[in-house]
T-cell receptor, first 117, second 113 residues
Framework: DSGVTQTPKHLITATGQRVTLRCSPR?????VYWYQQSLDQGLQFLIQ???????AKGNILERFSAQQFPDLHSELNLSSLELGDSALYFC????????????????FGPGTRLTVL | AQKVTQAQTEISVVEKEDVTLDCVYE???????LFWYKQPPSGELVFLIR??????QNEISGRYSWNFQKSTSSFNFTITASQVVDSAVYFC??????????FGTGTSLTVIP
């Protein structure tokens, strides 16, 4: 058990809908990272939050957004869903230096499997 | 260009054979870290090892060993005497500038009993 929790575990929805994925980092970790893993794209970095602030952005679509709350949990919002958004979405956290920089290993949650029909 | 290349998409070995998973990375930074993660069929990503760019010593942990060679920008992972429980997808990753991770596309290892 990595200490990172994600809910829900599975999500099935229809095209055009909006969903919210939730992540709670390990105790003490200030940084949260979101990744998308699909069969044809591998593991793609989406976005990082550090102590409530956006720190780094990867291949995140404009239809997707995220935030990190004062209690450090994070939510990833996916809107106007398309079939191609079906994937496994991972949240990870790690121990980060001030400013959000870190070379420390990331610990991953169990993932949320999103199926868009 | 890919920052982390895992050229082996799928590998199958018979139990007790040794197997090496290749990882080649690309960076202009002098300070960077390399990682290996395991993703078993259950889906979670499990951290295996972290290595910094200033430490080229090979590392051994039980049946696992890692060979880091800056001259060839490689960070290869060897499993000795493979077991069925080693069947998983293995990812190599690079972190530069203390920022985002770059993951390779993974190598799917199947160990046949």
């Amino acid at each position: 058990d990595s200490g990172v929790t994600q809910t829900p575990k599975h999500l099935i929805t229809a095209t055009g809908q909006r969903v919210t994925l939730r992540c709670s980092p390990r105790s003490g970790d200030l940084s949260v990272y979101w990744y998308q893993q699909s069969l044809d794209q591998g593991l793609q970095f989406l976005i990082q939050y550090y102590n409530g602030e956006e720190r780094a952005k990867g291949n995140i679509l404009e239809r997707f957004s995220a935030q990190q709350f004062p209690d450090l949990h994070s939510e990833l919002n996916l809107s106007s869903l398309e079939l191609g958004d079906s994937a496994l979405y991972f949240c990870a956290s790690n121990n980060t230096l001030a400013g959000g920089y870190s070379y420390n290993e990331q610990f991953f949650g169990p993932g949320t499997r999103l199926t868009v029909l | 260009a890919q920052k982390v290349t895992q050229a082996q998409t799928e590998i199958s070995v018979v139990e007790k054979e040794d197997v090496t998973l290749d990882c080649v990375y690309e960076t202009r930074d002098t300070t960077y870290y390399l990682f290996w993660y395991k993703q078993p069929p259950s889906g979670e990503l499990v951290f295996l090892i972290r290595r910094n760019s200033f430490d080229e010593q090979n590392e051994i942990s039980g049946r696992y060993s890692w060979n880091f060679q800056k001259s060839t920008s490689s960070f290869n992972f060897t499993i000795t005497a493979s077991q069925v429980v080693d069947s998983a997808v293995y990812f190599c990753a690079l972190s530069e500038a203390g920022n985002q991770f770059y993951f390779g596309t993974g190598t799917s290892l199947t160990v046949i009993p």
